[in-house]
């Protein structure tokens, strides 16, 4: 009578072993270890090569020995307050793909701006072994939260983790960490210079929040009107949520108080999607009249009508050059880097008119 399998099957067959993986794939032995370890660097056709040989034989690495390598568990986690939002979908999908290309499963997780649960989020994936732990988007950085991020990214390196801070400021010198910024200041800057390029003086800053990425637009907004010997007016500078709903009521009410401006830089595409919704209900012309410009360059961005004016901002690089660093770290011993924006011109801007200004 044939012996029962460990899970039961009828089938009593011998568990594959590394040397028949190597061979099934033309690699070596060492080359599988470091499919299997994920603490290697291996060329994306061999590893997949690995791979399919993997679940061809069917292989099960023993737990023991798994345990006693204290590796990782070819896992990366992507951190973000709400997924739903354009600008963190399309930072995921560069995650994701670049994940799937080194072999490892993507998990999302989502803190809705909870700084507790963002927490507890990071310690899960700790006890889960996750290789990589991407926190993407701004965060208010009071001295008890970035106390607590500091010790979460010695915990994670201690445990052969990373802590990789996405779209947001580093922590502070030899904390280690994989930083993946782009010129968040630098590009309000560039927009700022373009609409007082075009005689626009009167720019509300639409949409600002308490976080790292507001507080770097509203400096690079400041540094431009000082370039330019243009007095900065608080007036200007409104408050609200990165909504679409946010930016129809605030341009609303800025109409109805009748402040005067003739631009409006909104802080995200999405909530320059409600100015214009807004002004073209007041019969307010945009750009003969006013003025809309946006931040990030989300695909909605060229839908708009007219087509908005806005920061392009590399999500998808972003994403990917997170997973990429973090996981060769050997390779990559500069762990900061900041991408370049830039400003993108199209239908819902342009220079001053008579309207405008008088």
């Not at 399998?5 to 070596?28: H, I, L, Y």
């Not at 075009?198 to 907004?221: D, K, M």
């Not at 087509?307 to 901002?313: A, C, K, S």
Request: net charge negative; proline share 5%; with cysteine.
């Amino acid at each position: 009578m044939p012996k029962r399998a460990a899970d039961g099957t009828g089938d009593a067959r011998k568990r594959a072993t590394v040397k028949e993986v190597a061979a099934r794939a033309g690699v070596s032995t060492a080359t599988v270890s470091r499919v299997l370890g994920g603490t290697y660097p291996v060329a994306a056709g061999t590893r997949i090569r690995v791979q399919r040989a993997l679940q061809e034989l069917d292989y099960v690495m023993n737990a023991s020995a798994r345990a006693l390598g204290n590796t990782t568990s070819n896992t990366v986690a992507f951190v973000v307050a709400d997924v739903t939002g354009p600008f963190f979908a399309h930072i995921a999908r560069g995650v994701e793909q670049q994940a799937t290309a080194e072999g490892r499963l993507c998990l999302v997780c989502t803190t809705h701006s909870d700084p507790d649960r963002e927490l507890a989020v990071i310690n899960l994936m700790r006890e889960q072994r996750a290789e990589a732990v991407i926190l993407v988007g701004g965060a208010v950085l009071t001295p008890e939260y970035t106390e607590r991020m500091v010790k979460l990214a010695h915990a994670l390196d201690s445990d052969g983790s990373r802590l990789v801070l996405c779209g947001r400021p580093s922590l502070g010198p030899d904390i280690p960490e994989t930083v993946v910024e782009y010129d968040n200041e630098g590009g309000a800057f560039a927009m700022t210079n373009y609409l007082l390029s075009q005689g626009h003086t009167r720019i509300v800053l639409l949409g600002v929040e308490g976080h790292t990425t507001a507080a770097e637009r509203v400096a690079g907004y400041r540094r431009a009107l000082e370039s330019r010997g243009v007095p900065f007016d608080p007036e200007l500078v409104v408050p609200g949520v990165h909504t679409r709903a946010s930016g129809h009521a605030a341009t609303l009410e800025l109409l109805s108080r009748g402040t005067e401006f003739t631009a409006v830089f909104a802080v995200t595409d999405m909530i320059a999607a409600g100015v214009l919704k807004a002004l073209r209900q007041a019969g307010v012309r945009v750009p003969e009249d006013v003025s809309v410009v946006g931040y990030d360059d989300i695909p909605l961005a060229m839908d708009l009508d007219p087509e908005l004016t806005t920061v392009h901002v590399p999500h998808e690089e972003l994403g990917r050059t997170a997973v990429r660093l973090a996981l060769h770290r050997a390779n990559h011993p500069v762990q900061h880097i900041k991408m370049a924006t830039h400003v993108l011109v199209r239908e819902s801007s342009g220079p001053v008119s008579a309207w405008s200004t008088s």
